[in-house]
């Protein structure tokens, strides 16, 4: 049998005992220490339009900056960075979406110092455009929603899950070029994060009528697509994405409506995932399947927090606020599941349409 | 309109206009020539539109004189802009256009090349293929790639392929381009990638390619002001010419594949009067004897389908034959039935009942699209499905030049509307329309059938065979990230 605890990712023992000797989130450096989680989880709030890799990317630029007179050696100045990396990644609940901008920047590193000439040329680089990142970041979004707003046409129906900023930008973006067509958003429960999505949309006037996450095979017929985001897209084009989204694919295959994926491609993860249970989530953070034969407290009650007041700023990003998962998670980590290539249409990202089986070769690219 | 010729208007009343080369510096007169054909459906058939778009870009670029590249690139943009939107469903010409862009791109970095790709790029390899690509490549290649994609000769093509397109930009540098450098293409020796990346990014997307013109100046050229002007036309020339002769060679590359895929004995069934199918079906006949069942394709094809079984007077109107004076006469005239394949001939109508029999299904194509799935002759969807109900293996036969870099998100728009009098007589719907007051009916006559990826087991192009789903490839080998969409 299967159990997270043989998950090699993540040997047993709690995580966040195991990581730094020095406490959670600091990373030492020869000016002290640094506080990368602490930057991190401000970066992201500070931003609502901010994606985790891009909130690690630019938490890795202000570690660099803090040490900048310091790291004078290449060995150094990635040391510096990989504590940091490895930091980030035990610290939060759900790294998938981290690591990717993470493993980006590293890689990004290893290639620009492979000259080691341009060692400074490459730090001041880096330390001068973190802001530029960031920037770029959001108008890949923005790229995709043109792109992907060909596939919204008038009188059509677009079945939602959990809430994405992409999804959400492409439908804005699709109804201010005076497209009418309609929603329907699943609940997404236990976080119902699908009301932030009904609510955004329907204050661009978009009509939204939202369900309960089970009723998603009921209403598959009435829908023309769905459109998801996506926390990472791995090797073989699969996604990770929140909960649900994988009975919504299989839901869309027996229904033959097209499953469209919109993900930048800074969320492109090495990952090959062979099934629901080798996912990178820390164990303690979905546990689904705990057998027993007591009664549940009335703490299990799952979704019992679930307003939308309460799910603000809870999308996994910040190791959580509120307790979503009633006793069974701790912390708010978004479940996640994961969706087989073979369930999915097309994957929109800032390059264009792509099949699942382009997202390897994107990878490739980049890590060979 | 251009001057008249004597030949009944189509690609070759317009070949020989463009050859006679009266006026030739009104490049714009035979650009509105070829709307007006492409517009009245008088140039159709996709290898005729490619022939004549490469033909005409050809004159356009050759008269053409510019200082900088964005100004050629803007030019070419702007005509293939018109040419495309005088018969939108024509993907044939944005295909060429887009090659014909990537080619210009290529000509122009190909002179920046000094500093810029090393690290990237297999130097080696890429001064082999460096200036040539599409058919020149595929040559190369092909011979690596045996018979059935997606085993380890599928894999083998990407990672050679890549190395020698890896310096065009747009397809290394996509998720790079997140971090990479924001202008200085001085900088980008080793650190970051081509500078051409960046217009995967909106905020700075014009400097990349004047920047990097305007280094190509003032790096390379010697003296006298516009530099590469004067070096790129013959570059870019022989590149059309290149992708000219691929046009014209493309049925035969094809066709030499077929022994692969065609085995003695074998019941085919294939569909319409593609002329790549039976180039493909006769080259296998010179050593195989095998059945063919062809499906009339009524109404638009089935008179060119009979001509080509039975060997009709194929002087006869039929479909689209310009291309005759293209090709060598006698090879095509010569019916299935004379090369010693055993012919039947079936209606569209009884495709479904003869499936159980047949052992391999192979298609035309009319264009084919990034995500796999294909335009083919009305009553290919129903072969392809009767086909995936028999576990019938369908074998898709399609050049390059028919491969859209397009995501078909609204396929039912490229269906196109044709002639309803060749489903029902002119004189018979004249009286469908005399009952005034009654209910009319209407007669549709769709051209085309959208066949989805899914349905299509091989493609198999001049370049050799590929999956569906490895298409996506083939199109990033041949158009740039930065051309495909043309309208901005």
């Known amino acids: 049998m299967h159990t997270y605890t043989d998950n090699p990712r993540f040997p047993a023992g709690s995580p ?15 000016s002290g220490p640094f506080d990368i989680l602490t930057h991190y989880t401000t970066t992201l709030d500070s931003d609502p339009d901010l994606t985790m890799p891009i909130a690690a990317i630019e938490s890795l630029v202000a570690l660099l900056s803090s040490t900048s007179t310091t790291a004078s050696t290449i060995a150094e100045f990635l040391s510096i960075i990989e504590t940091g990396i490895s930091v980030l990644k035990s610290s939060v609940p759900n790294a998938i979406s981290l690591s990717a901008g993470c493993d980006l920047f590293l890689r990004y590193i290893v290639r620009s110092l492979e000259d080691p000439r341009d060692f400074d040329a490459c730090r001041a680089h880096l330390l001068q455009h973190g802001k530029l990142f960031v920037d770029r970041a959001k ?30 930008a492409l439908l804005s973006f699709a109804a201010e070029r005076n497209i009418r067509f309609r929603c329907i958003v699943l609940e997404t429960a236990p976080s119902l994060s699908g009301l932030i999505t009904a609510r955004i949309l329907r204050s661009k006037s978009i009509p939204v009528s939202v369900i309960p996450d089970n009723a998603v095979g009921y209403v598959m017929a009435k829908c023309d697509m769905v459109l998801v985001g996506a926390e990472g897209v791995v090797e073989n084009g699969g996604i990770i994405n929140a909960m649900g989204t994988y009975t919504i694919a299989v839901q869309a295959k027996a229904n033959k409506k097209p499953f469209y994926v919109l993900a930048e ?59 979503a998962m009633g006793g069974r998670g701790k912390g708010s980590a978004p479940l996640v599941d994961f969706t087989r290539p073979e369930y999915i249409t097309a994957l929109i990202s800032e390059s264009g349409v792509m099949t699942p089986s382009a997202v390897s070769e994107e990878l490739i690219k980049i890590y060979s | 309109m251009g001057p008249k010729s004597t030949a009944p208007p189509g690609l070759t009343s317009f070949l020989n206009i463009l050859n006679k080369n009266e006026n030739k510096h009104d490049t714009n007169a035979y650009i509105e020539l070829f709307i007006s054909l492409l517009s009245r459906r008088q140039i159709r058939n996709s290898r005729s539109v490619a022939i004549a778009t490469a033909e005409l870009l050809l004159r356009v670029i050759s008269v053409y004189k510019w200082q900088d590249l964005n100004q050629l690139i803007a030019h070419i943009k702007e005509v293939g802009n018109r040419l495309m939107a005088a018969q939108p469903r024509e993907m044939a010409v944005g295909n060429i256009v887009r090659r014909v862009l990537g080619l210009i791109r290529e000509e122009y970095e190909g002179d920046s090349k000094a500093g810029n790709i090393s690290v990237y790029s297999d130097s080696g390899l890429d001064s082999i293929t460096g200036r040539k690509r599409g058919e020149s490549t595929s040559v190369l290649f092909s011979n690596l790639q045996p018979v059935l994609d997606g085993g380890e000769a599928g894999l083998l093509k990407p990672q050679v392929t890549r190395t020698t397109f890896a310096h065009q930009g747009g397809q290394f540098t996509s998720m790079f381009s997140l971090l990479s450098h924001p202008g200085s293409p001085e900088q980008n020796g080793t650190s970051t990638p081509p500078p051409t990346s960046h217009s995967s990014v909106p905020p700075t997307p014009t400097q990349s390619i004047t920047t990097t013109a305007t280094t190509i100046t003032t790096e390379k050229s010697p003296p006298g002001p516009p530099g590469p002007t004067r070096d790129m036309k013959p570059g870019i020339i022989e590149g059309l010419q290149e992708i000219l002769d691929e046009l014209l060679t493309v049925d035969d590359q094809i066709a030499s594949y077929s022994l692969d895929h065609i085995h003695s004995n074998e019941i085919i069934l294939t569909h319409g009067s593609s002329l790549t199918v039976q180039k493909f079906l006769l080259k296998a006949a010179s050593k195989r004897t095998f059945t063919v069942i062809v499906a009339e394709g009524f109404p638009n094809d089935h008179e060119a389908t009979h001509a080509r079984v039975m060997g009709f007077d194929p002087t006869n109107p039929i479909d689209d034959d310009d291309i005759l004076d293209e090709v060598p006469q006698e090879q095509f005239q010569k019916t299935l039935a004379q090369a010693g394949i055993s012919v039947i001939l079936i209606p569209d109508a009884a495709v479904y009942a003869i499936m159980s029999r047949v052992n391999k299904v192979i298609l035309g194509t009319h264009a084919v699209l990034a995500n796999g799935g294909l335009l083919a002759v009305a009553g290919a969807r129903t072969i392809a499905k009767a086909a995936r109900d028999h576990s019938t293996p369908v074998v898709v036969v399609s050049g390059v030049y028919k491969l859209s870099p397009m995501y078909p998100y609204d396929w039912e728009a490229l269906v196109e509307i044709g002639d309803p009098g060749k489903v029902v007589s002119w004189e018979a719907l004249g009286e469908i329309g005399e009952g005034v007051g009654e209910k009319v009916v209407s007669v549709l006559n769709p051209i085309f059938d959208y066949v989805p990826a899914e349905l299509v087991d091989l493609y198999v192009t001049n370049l050799g065979g590929h999956a569906p789903s490895f298409l996506y490839r083939v199109v990033g080998d041949h158009y740039r990230h930065e051309d495909i969409n043309l309208g901005v």
């Not at chain 1, 007591?294 to 009650?301: G, S, W």
């Open chain 1, 16 to 30: 966040t005992t195991s990581s730094p000797p020095l406490g959670l989130g600091l990373v030492e450096t020869s």
């Open chain 1, 265 to 323: 491609s800074h969320k492109f993860v090495r990952l090959f995932p062979l099934n629901q249970f080798e996912l990178p989530v820390q164990p303690q953070y979905q546990n689904l399947l705990d057998f027993t034969t007591e009664e549940r407290n009335a703490n299990d009650q799952v979704g019992k927090e679930g307003e939308v007041g309460c799910v603000e700023g809870t999308d996994g990003k910040t190791g959580g606020k509120k307790v």
């Open chain 1, 139 to 168: 108008s890949s979004r923005w790229a995709i929603a043109q792109y992907g707003a060909e596939l919204i046409r008038d009188g059509s129906t677009v079945l939602l899950h959990s809430h994405s900023r992409v999804v959400t």
